[in-house]
């Protein structure tokens, strides 16, 4: 952790990890549970398959991802300062995710919470992050969005469960005095829009009971419609105010990483923008939309497909369920290329987060035989007591 006074600070990724399971469900596959054919969904989403859980959680996959950015910016968990997991599909209501990622990683100085802003949740993580690397509260702050949506989908519902997949991203944020990073931070809410995509129960106002389970209200809800207005609207907005608050022009900007909601989403905000499809990166067919992990998923992609080079100018954006949307304009500093986690790091990380794992264990062995021992003492000295009086 670090305060500088009078000179800026800037908040650089230096590290970036997705993960996505390996278990894939396609189209076809889809069309056999619900009334839908491959071509309809390829037409209306541009989606052709998207990634299930089968052992994975919210937690485990956030711990992947967590573990490739640290490794790719070459960062011991220990200096982490801030955990933030962006997620509406988070392990437990409490403890948060952020804390079990913050437990599995060892990163034993870390701050931990939960973010909950649905699909725009990473690009609001990654302002929050930012903006304490920029006051000068953090030093080194990890980002994650992770998603199960297919834990909270009405499978029988052809509307919705066509669209969602699970996975996670991650970045690591660093603070630096040279300029660039991220640059500028526009985030937005609209509660009037809530209704529009919305899981009704499992909270406080509907909490679980038979009847909430038996009539489905555990699952998402939406309406398509307006939603897909929504985000049009938002995509293109958000875009211009990000790169105007970073003084840089829409001509400037080398590579839109939008949220992967809807192909013709994406593809109508770049014709708004004026795009060519070079500069808009697009993974929606492979991954459906991973809410909170599409952000971070596409910006790890289009790193590895040699798409982000040190200079570029990009723009993360999103939308979601609030109704909410953020956007970000972001200098890119880091070299991309060469930066691979040789097989030796891996080993000796592995090593770490093992040693990471067998400490937590032993705290938890620990403080049972303390509470234990703790009140077996508290009753010898109270029957002591007892004999004395
Ligand atoms: N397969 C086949 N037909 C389907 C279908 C499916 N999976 N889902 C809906 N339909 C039907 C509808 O019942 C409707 O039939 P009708 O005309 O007989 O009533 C017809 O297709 C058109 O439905 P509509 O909802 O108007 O389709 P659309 O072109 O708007 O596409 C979405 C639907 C959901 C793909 C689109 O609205 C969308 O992407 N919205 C944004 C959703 C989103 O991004 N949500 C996440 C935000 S983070």
């Known amino acids: 952790m670090s305060a500088t006074n009078h000179q800026p600070r800037y908040a650089h990724i230096v590290g970036w990890g997705m993960y996505a399971p390996p278990n894939v469900l396609t189209n076809e596959e889809l069309a056999k549970r619900v009334d839908t054919s491959d071509a309809w969904i390829r037409e209306r989403t541009g989606i052709v398959e998207r990634r299930i859980a089968t052992k994975e959680t919210t937690a485990s996959m956030a711990l992947h991802a967590a573990q490739d950015a640290l490794e790719i910016a070459d960062v011991n968990p220990k200096q982490v300062d801030l955990i933030i997991v962006a997620t509406s599909t988070p ?30 949740g990473f690009v609001y993580g990654v302002a929050v992050g930012a903006n304490m690397i920029r006051a000068g509260q953090y030093e080194t702050v990890l ?48 509660g009037s829009g809530g209704e529009l995509l919305e899981v009704p129960a499992g909270g406080s106002k509907n909490p679980a009971s038979l009847e909430t389970v038996m009539a489905n209200l555990h699952t998402v809800r939406m309406n398509g419609r307006e939603v897909y207005r929504f985000a049009t609207r938002v995509m293109v907005d958000a875009t211009k105010q990000a790169l105007q608050k970073a003084n840089i022009s829409l001509d400037e900007l080398d590579m839109l990483i939008p949220h992967q909601a809807n192909a013709r989403i994406i593809d109508y905000a770049a014709k708004a923008l004026n795009l060519p499809p070079d500069k808009v990166f697009q993974n929606v067919e492979r991954y459906g939309n991973t809410s909170a992990a599409s952000i971070p998923i596409a910006l790890v992609e289009a790193i590895q497909a040699q798409r982000v080079n040190p200079g570029d100018h990009l723009v993360m954006v999103g939308f979601g369920a609030g109704l909410t949307w953020a956007s970000c304009a972001i200098e890119w500093s880091q070299p991309t290329i060469k930066r691979q986690i040789t097989p030796q790091r891996a080993a000796q990380s592995q090593l770490r987060y093992r040693w990471a794992n067998l400490k937590s264990f032993g705290h938890r062995v620990l403080r049972r035989v303390d509470s234990g021992v703790s009140k077996v003492l508290d009753r010898m000295e109270g029957q002591n007591n007892g004999k004395g009086q």
């Not at 437990?92 to 870390?110: I, K, M, N, R």
């Not at 199960?148 to 469960?161: E, H, Q, V, Y």
């Open 91 to 120: 392990d437990y209501v409490f403890p948060s995710t952020a804390c079990l990622v913050q437990d599995q990683l060892g990163a034993s100085s870390a701050a931990a919470f939960d973010l909950s802003a649905a699909c725009s």
């Open 143 to 190: 980002v994650i969005g992770a998603e199960t949506f297919s834990k909270i989908i009405n499978w029988k519902d052809r509307g919705t469960c066509i669209l969602f997949g699970d996975g996670a991203g991650a970045v690591l944020l660093r603070g630096s005095p040279e300029y660039g990073g991220i640059l500028s931070a526009v985030l937005g809410s609209d």
